[in-house]
């Protein structure tokens, strides 16, 4: 049975930092596309990053540059440094699992479809940005 645990949330100010961290049990998750996705109050869940089992990295568009995902097969952990944060990143953020050994989005459809491929989540862990 597989077993996500996401940590590192937390409140912080605009512009602060935050690292999340996606404890995984229970699957040879080497193996597979791993995500982060999140989801504010009264909206859709979106995707937020991407890596596959080759370390190729997908972003959407608003956290490029921002946002750094990473794995760590050793630890089975995945990882999302998220600076300059601001008050439009508030949400629940969840880790999560797709099945595939390869996966890659453009920024479109990994904020608004990737969310149904990935069949394995976390109960996630929330990030609060105050202005």
């Known amino acids: 049975q597989v077993r996500l645990v996401e940590s590192g949330g937390g409140s912080v100010q605009s512009g602060g930092s935050l690292r999340l961290s996606c404890a995984i049990s229970g699957e040879t998750y080497s193996i597979y596309c791993l995500g982060w996705f999140r989801q504010a109050p009264g909206m859709e869940r979106e995707g937020v990053a991407t890596i596959d089992s080759a370390g190729s990295i997908s972003y959407v568009d608003a956290v490029k540059g921002r946002f750094t995902i990473s794995r760590d097969n050793a630890k089975n952990s995945l990882y999302l440094q998220m600076n300059t944060l601001n008050p439009e990143d508030t949400a629940m953020y969840y880790c999560?699992?797709?099945?595939?050994?390869?996966?890659?989005?453009?920024?479109?459809?990994?904020?608004?479809?990737?969310?149904?491929?990935?069949?394995?989540w976390g109960q996630g862990t929330q990030v609060t940005v105050s202005s």
């Open positions: 999560a699992i797709e099945p595939t050994f390869l996966c890659a989005y453009n920024s479109s459809f990994l904020r608004q479809k990737a969310h149904y491929y990935f069949g394995y």
